[in-house]
């Protein structure tokens, strides 16, 4: 038989437990953090370079920005072109069947940006780099490394990284490089004078699989500022 007293009991019971369910819903548990991806292992030290490149850190390069084989997005273009969207930050380099190879870019940033038709004249290993006078006369602090000066020794710290794919348009050179020692953070971002730059690990292997004097094409810029440059005024 229910008398008053369990039925008040019951009621002091049921009032708790909907105030419990009131708590938890004003204060919801947040879902565990998504698990950061393994980068492949082709992002690892490389030991066998005259300097020595180490590992990309593990979570800092979207995984979208992995060197990865796709579906070609540019099937009008000759096999074996570069082509360089800056405002998705990926050099394609366009293969065969339809497929072609993606790379994560940094590109040059506002005033810098430029776009246009050159050719991949030729390429260095671990090249020196020789600043421009243009840009010295920003920077008078680089005036150690100038032409006239023989410019930064190969290495660690130097900007160019462990290659450079020098870039001339009708016989002229550009000033422009697609080159390695993009800090992992800056990839696919417009922070670079102009060059294109990937990971020395991209680098590399862009370096073994592009022809000489393929056609590289910059895409027009849909966030240009109206600044960008024709391709001879550009610089490093």
Known sequence: MITRRTFASAGSVALLAACAQQGSQQTPVAPPPEPIPLLPAHYGAITDEPYPIPAVPEGVVPERLWRQEVENPYPGETEGSLIIDPDAGYLHLVGKDGR??????????????WSGTARMQFRRDWPRWKVPASMIARRPELE????????????????????ALY?????????????????????????????????????????????????????????????????PTAEM
């Open 100 to 113: 072609a190879m993606r790379y994560g870019a940094g590109t040059g940033a506002a005033a810098f940006e």
């Open 167 to 231: 870039l001339f348009q009708d016989g002229v050179d550009t000033l422009y490089r697609i080159h390695g020692a993009c800090e992992p953070e800056h990839l696919g971002k417009p922070v670079s004078s102009g060059c294109i730059r990937l990971l020395d690990h991209d680098v590399i292997d862009l370096d073994k699989r592009v022809r000489h004097g393929v056609s590289v094409r910059v895409l027009t810029s849909a966030k240009s500022t109206g600044q960008a440059s024709a391709l």
């Open 144 to 163: 150690p490394f100038s032409v006239a000066n023989g410019g930064m020794p190969p290495g660690p710290g130097n900007p160019l990284g462990a290659r």
